[in-house]
């Protein structure tokens, strides 16, 4: 059932939605915008609510409520999400690209996707153990591989 090739993403259910979502953790990871160049760069400073091993939030149903920066991915604000990773389902689809072969839809599970680096599984460090997001600058949520 390869739904996000036979659908456009405003024609999903809820649920083909969420589950068109990899559970990476990268959307999740916060990031510094430079004042001067606003180039954006990722940290391994990750949401208080992201769990290091299973890369989801631990507290999803009330996430909004406890982190009100929390951004919900729709299909209204997708374009305007340049932030997200191009690893990213949701803007891999929305720009017209397929689901790389890791992606748990195709491979039946996460364990692709954690063995090829494509998540932040072990990666991260919580953002309330941070004091400068500058010091915590990486690169490995710009791999977008399949």
Same mark, same amino acid.
């Given at each position: 059932m390869s739904f996000?090739?036979?659908?456009?993403?405003?024609?999903?259910?809820?649920?083909?939605w969420e589950l068109l979502c990899d559970g990476c953790g990268k959307c999740c990871l916060n990031k510094v915008i430079?004042?001067?160049?606003?180039?954006?760069?990722?940290?391994? &400073?990750?949401?208080k609510l992201l769990d290091?091993?299973?890369?989801?939030?631990? /507290?999803?149903e009330e996430r909004f409520t406890l982190v009100p920066g929390c951004t919900k991915v729709t299909l209204d604000n997708i374009a305007s999400l340049t932030?997200?990773?191009?690893?990213?389902?949701?803007?891999r689809i929305y720009q017209g690209r397929d689901l790389p072969s890791w992606h748990p839809l195709l &491979?039946?599970?996460?364990?692709?996707?954690?063995?090829?680096?494509?998540?932040? /599984?072990?990666k991260i460090v919580n953002e309330t153990k941070v004091k400068y997001l500058e010091?915590?600058?990486?690169?490995w949520p710009l791999k977008d591989c399949d």
């Open positions: 996000w090739k036979e659908k456009t993403l405003a024609q999903l259910t809820s649920e083909e430079d004042d001067e160049t606003e180039e954006l760069y990722y940290t391994n &400073a990750a949401c290091p091993i299973q890369c989801q939030c631990q /507290q999803y932030w997200l990773p191009d690893s990213c389902a949701y803007r &491979a039946g599970d996460k364990q692709q996707m954690h063995a090829k680096g494509m998540s932040t /599984q072990n010091d915590h600058i990486v690169l």
